[in-house]
């Protein structure tokens, strides 16, 4: 089994959760901030784990964060890709605002901590309103990467030596 599954998996057993730091006084509703997100991730150190986030444009302009996890004595590395949205793109503080959401549910993705999305509204532009927020998330699937494997780590270490890429659907994971 290749050293970062191994890892992850030692991670995994621990049940890391990010504590709940951020608050959001429009929404009245609490959430774990990056920091406290990053904290969690970084206990996954002791196994070898490190990250790295990169914030990437397409060629039309969309912005995604993508986040990788690596260990510290291969080259193996799942990566996803993570969305940025936002009501203005020119608006600097929405844009960061959204980047920030898609680190932190990057890292959450990848290493399988539990969340709840309480603070998403601002990301996206929605205002307090009274209207119930629709907290389902659109489970996205596209047949041609699709694979659930059921969290078979043998099958993810044979996926990983033969290159093929992985990321939070090849982990049965969705974000």
């Known amino acids: 089994m290749s050293k970062l599954l191994r890892a992850l998996n030692e991670f995994q057993k621990l049940s890391v959760s990010a504590s709940k730091g951020g608050t959001n006084p429009h929404f009245k509703s609490e959430y774990s901030t990056l920091e406290n997100v990053i904290s969690a991730v970084n206990q996954g150190s002791q196994f070898g784990l490190v990250f790295t986030q990169e914030v990437n444009f397409t060629d039309d302009m969309q912005v995604f964060v993508e986040?990788?996890?690596?260990h510290?004595?291969?080259?193996?590395?799942?990566?996803?890709?993570?969305?940025?949205?936002?009501?203005?793109?020119?608006?600097?503080?929405?844009?960061?605002?959204?980047?920030?959401?898609?680190?932190?549910?990057?890292?959450?993705?990848?290493?399988?901590?539990p969340s709840e999305?309480?603070?998403?509204?601002?990301?996206?532009g929605n205002s307090p309103s009274g209207k119930a927020v629709n907290d389902k998330p659109k489970k996205v699937v596209d047949n041609k990467t699709k694979k659930d494997i059921g969290g078979d780590l043998e099958e993810l270490e044979k996926n990983l030596k033969q290159g093929k890429p992985m990321g939070v659907e090849e982990l049965g994971q969705s974000i």
């Open 67 to 70: 986040t990788s996890i690596r």
């Open 72 to 113: 510290i004595d291969t080259a193996e590395s799942i990566k996803c890709k993570v969305p940025v949205f936002c009501k203005d793109m020119t608006n600097p503080h929405q844009l960061g605002s959204g980047i920030t959401y898609a680190k932190r549910y990057g890292l959450q993705s990848l290493y399988g901590l």
């Open 117 to 124: 999305d309480d603070d998403g509204n601002k990301a996206v």
